[in-house]
DNA sequence: TATGAATGAGCGTTCATTCAT
DNA sequence: GATGAATGAACGCTCATTCAT
């Protein structure tokens, strides 16, 4: 159960320091990061309490880690060679949403932690995964602008259409079931033809 | 300075009770339900630890004042009398929706802990609130059935829609600022149009 | 109900104040001094929290007034003008026991107080309440050290028969019930019985 | 000092658990329950606030062994296997008293918890010690309804007398000090001299 | 006289973390 | 590597008491 959690972390951790680290997806993401204790991510392993320490410095480090392996998961799903024709912005920004949602409603457990728990991590940290966020829309900002350059698209402010999409894949982490109607696939290429229509209906009535 | 947060609370509470919820829905947005502490919203409102208790009769009942009022002022501002032709389906979503954005937007920080912090209500509180947000999705999904049924919309998956303009809604308390460059009512028109391009454009190839 | 307990206080208290003892002696004895909260007293009077200061300075002067009044009404009651023959120190004897034992069973509630919760009070008041306890043991040794210069009690170890007629009458307060068998005067007639056959019987072999 | 409590704890349990417990003995039977901190307890057992509970769930748990453990070694006491002669009704109640009243000298401390803060148990506790408490009645009903049974004592009110009895080894752990003139066992001997007294006199002239 | 609001001190308990084993 | 015991620093909450009204 839950086999995509272990998915995200490196054969460059320990079989025990993975399996804390998928206790505390679960902990942080029921419980948020100050409302889990480190003996709920410990017994959630398995393990005493003390037994987080010999892997993770401290509680804080184990949401870094964490933050910082789904983060990069996600960057490379998105970063993954492309199927797509490079000279059709509206095929590309459907493959770059597909993606990104599908990761999301996939690793929504975890992605909850990434999107709504780094208010835990220290300064320095959050400096570190903002370097990594601040990607994200830098790849649709990218299509969407090629799109609106080529004339593909309509002349939408690329910033907010940018925003919007984000919060689509985003928010889902909020309701995404797995048992739901849609697999994240599917899901994904529904987000995926709403994107486009948001780049291809006439321009709204002087929205601003 | 966020004299936006007072205006959530009634005539009915006094004065230092409502002090004490303006200063609860900063912490808690700031740093979550459980990593807020009784003193953290006490002194906030420049009183002692104990003053709370004078009001409330636990931290808790504080985050379900909050969530109570907010969730009600929320549905308050999107039942307003509407302005729009009652026979103009794209009309009565573009007013929505603006107002559900606009809403959000302008309690960014209260709505950030109505979204966001439910999980620190009890089980009773959650199927209270719960009671309430079911009229949300019930009244964007009233209007786009509406509009699919004139033929006036594409014939879309009602439900999915709905889903994604309320994420569009919802996940901007994340990261709006009051210094940006929208104000509630822009970002509200800009996501009106987001919404009637979702349900205006030609349907995207075979989602799902 | 428990009209026994208003009965201890004197017309010089105003009457809220004699309610506010009332309530105090029910709290005490039920919870201890320690475990009843200046709210349970005033609140068992009808009356808000801070009604209680403007009767008494603070918590343990009520448990004194209790203390002071409770003992003077004990004293008093086996003080009062005998009806046995003052050279007949068994009818003396039976007559200082059923009067000690039934004021106890009478005033079981207000009695534990005075019997279980001195610990509450400060040392001065702890002083001033031994100055009235030194009476009780005084009276019964006076009776009983008389019969055995008399010849009519065995020559019994004084201090120890009145240690154990004491506790006869004061362990009473720990499991005595109104509702049970024996009246307060019943018991009072029995226990005396007792006290006279401590007395009276051969002395028992070699006792320490 | 004061070694006798160390006795009362078995060998299932820690060290440090036990020297907690003979701590809290020595704190409750000074301050009462609820006039106890857990800090008293632990820094009486030189030990952190915190560390009290890794050994216990919580205070009342240390009411509980106490009172548990006390009233079983009470009973445990005078159920030792007698020396008196079990055609001798006198002698089995002489022996019983004897034992009863000793326990209670010997353990003042203790048993001062167990008579007189069981109300800082809750309901359920209490329930389990009194099924223990209900024994000691039982013990002495047998003897004494057995002396009168064979026409050795008195036709005596047995549960009254019972009471009384009770009473007087009771009482003394408000009174007792092991520096006072008698032993444990000088006071046993007196009190089960008392005790045969009580089941030997003629009977009072029309008890009740 | 009576009270609602307020508070400093403290209570039972929890928590992240340490350390000897 | 793993743990049971221990702890300093809180945390949510309560309490005796005060005071303006």
Redesign the pocket.
């Known amino acids: 159960m839950a086999a995509e959690i272990d998915e995200l972390w490196g054969e460059d951790l ?1 079989p ?1 320091a993975r399996a804390l680290l998928s206790s505390a997806v679960r902990c942080f993401a029921a419980r948020g990061f ?1 409302g ?5 991510i ?1 017994g959630g392993a ?10 993770f ?4 480090q184990v949401l870094f880690e964490i933050a910082r392996r789904g983060h990069r998961s996600a960057l490379a799903a998105i970063d993954l060679p492309g199927c797509a024709d490079p000279d059709d912005p509206a095929g590309r920004l459907r493959e770059l949403v597909a993606r990104f949602v599908a990761w999301h409603a996939r690793h929504h457990v975890a992605a909850r932690v990434c999107q709504y728990e780094l208010a835990g991590l220290t300064s320095e940290h959050v400096t570190e995964i903002a370097a990594i966020r601040r990607e994200f829309p830098e790849r649709f900002r990218a299509v969407i602008a090629d799109g609106v350059e080529q004339g593909v698209f309509t002349p939408v402010d690329v910033g907010r259409v940018v925003r919007a999409v984000l919060s689509l894949g985003i928010d889902l982490v909020r309701w995404y079931r797995p048992d739901g109607p849609d697999s994240p696939e599917q899901l994904g290429r529904f987000y995926a033809d709403l994107a486009v229509s948001m780049v291809s209906g006439v321009p709204g009535p002087a929205a601003g």
């Open positions: 320990a025990v100050t889990t204790t480190t003996r709920d410990s398995g393990l005493s309490p003390a037994a987080l320490y010999v892997h410095p401290a509680k804080e």
